[in-house]
Every structure is written in C-alpha cells, then in structure tokens.
T-cell receptor, first 114, second 115 residues
Framework: DTGVSQNPRHKITKRGQNVTFRCDPI?????LYWYRQTLGQGPEFLTY????????KSRLLSDRFSAERPKGSFSTLEIQRTEQGDSAMYLC????????????FGPGTRLTVL | AQTVTQSQPEMSVQEAETVTLSCTYD???????LFWYKQPPSRQMILVIR??????QNATENRFSVNFQKAAKSFSLKISDSQLGDTAMYFC????????????FGQGTILTVHP
C-alpha cells in the first residue's frame, strides 16, 4: 500500500491552456474524491466516484472542469481554458466504502495559472 | 447543508504542554462522522482522529483525544504532550448523513509548537 499518489505535483500554465491531473488511489479503495484548496483555506469538495460512476458534482465544478475514472482505478481531472482563479491546490482522496468511509489524501497538485 | 466552523485561526503552545482546538458544526443529520485532519507545511493531509456520532465515548489516538458534545454540536481536539512535529494546520471535517461521499471542512487552525 503506497498511499494515494498524484501527478504532476506542480503545474504552471498560461491562461487559456488546458491542463490534466492524474490521481492513483489506494489499490483496494472503490471511492475517489477531488477537492480544491486555496491558500489558507480548507478543502472544498468538487466531485466523487464510486468505481467508474461519478455520483456527485459540486456547483464549483463549472463546465470547464471534467473528471473521469474510466476503469474504476485512476482518475483524471481536466480543466479547459484555464483562468487565474483556477490557481489552487487540487487534492485527491480515496476510501473504501464502509460505514465510516474514512478518506485518505494524496499530496495534491498545485496549479498556477499565469 | 452542513457547515463547520473553526473559530481559532491560530494557536500556539509550548513543547510538552496541552492545547485544545475548537470546532463547531451545524447539521440536521443524526448519523454522521467527524474528523480531524492535520496538514503540515507543504505536506499532505493526514487523518488524526475520527468520531462516529452514534458513539457516546470520545475517541482517543495516543496523544490526541476529542471532546464530542453532540447536543452542542461541538467537536474539540486535545493534543497532550505537544511535540514540534505537531506544528501544522488542523482541519475539522464533517462527513456522512445525506452528504455521504464528501467531507465538509472548516477553515482550519494553524498550530505552532514552540521549543
């Protein structure tokens, strides 16, 4: 068990470009979550998957954002036409669906939009 | 919708002393879970402790314990024998109920442990 991994760890892009982040959950976990965290704030929920199915999306997830988990393993989060306001840490977490559903977080991808 | 409030933006404590971080929440749910996570500077979020709302007994994990007051919707974290490695941002989080599948976090408390 190597924990949740995220790639890349840092991404700098120019406004208007598209970016894609990857998350690899803990291997036996069937739930995967994406959060966004701005400096000095708590994470805000974006979306989550149970296996391949995307079960909930936050209103924060505008139409420029899309997430996939094609085979119920890793997930990707894509941001199209990035804006400066998208600059944040994007966190991924995973859990094994039980009554407690404790989530374990990855190190995050820090996005800077210039 | 649930809300989580951490009213202490910053706290400090001397090494080996005890400190308590406050958290209150608002919910109409009856079955839910509460968590404290720790986020050291430039490092990833780590689970510190978890409390199931249906359990009356307060959770403990080594030097970390909680004071869970369900009626008051309060969930404080006590750190005993503080260590330099406890320096971090601490987040209180709500999960479960009808928001099953996502966590709602507070704003965080920056804890600094001084030698």
């Amino acid at each position: 068990d190597t924990g949740v991994s995220q790639n890349p760890r840092h991404k700098i892009t120019k406004r208007g470009q598209n970016v894609t982040f990857r998350c690899d959950p803990i291997s036996e976990h069937n739930r995967l979550y994406w959060y966004r965290q701005t400096l000095g704030q708590g994470p805000e929920f974006l979306t989550y998957f149970q296996n391949e199915a995307q079960l909930e999306k936050s209103r924060l997830l505008s139409d420029r954002f899309s997430a996939e988990r094609p085979k119920g393993s890793f997930s990707t989060l894509e941001i199209q036409r990035t804006e400066q306001g998208d600059s944040a840490m994007y966190l991924c977490a995973s859990s094994f669906m039980t009554t407690t559903d404790t989530q374990y977080f990855g190190p995050g991808t820090r996005l800077t939009v210039l | 919708a649930q809300t989580v409030t951490q009213s202490q933006p910053e706290m400090s404590v001397q090494e080996a002393e005890t400190v308590t971080l406050s958290c209150t929440y608002d919910t109409s749910e009856n079955n839910y879970y509460l968590f404290w996570y720790k986020q050291p500077p430039s490092r990833q979020m780590i689970l510190v402790i978890r409390q199931e709302a249906y359990k009356q007994q307060n959770a403990t994990e080594n030097r970390f314990s909680v004071n869970f007051q369900k009626a008051a919707k309060s969930f404080s974290l006590k750190i005993s024998d503080s260590q330099l490695g406890d320096t971090a941002m601490y987040f209180c989080a709500f999960g479960g109920g009808t928001s099953y599948g996502k966590l709602t976090f507070g704003q965080g408390t920056i804890l600094t442990v001084h030698p």
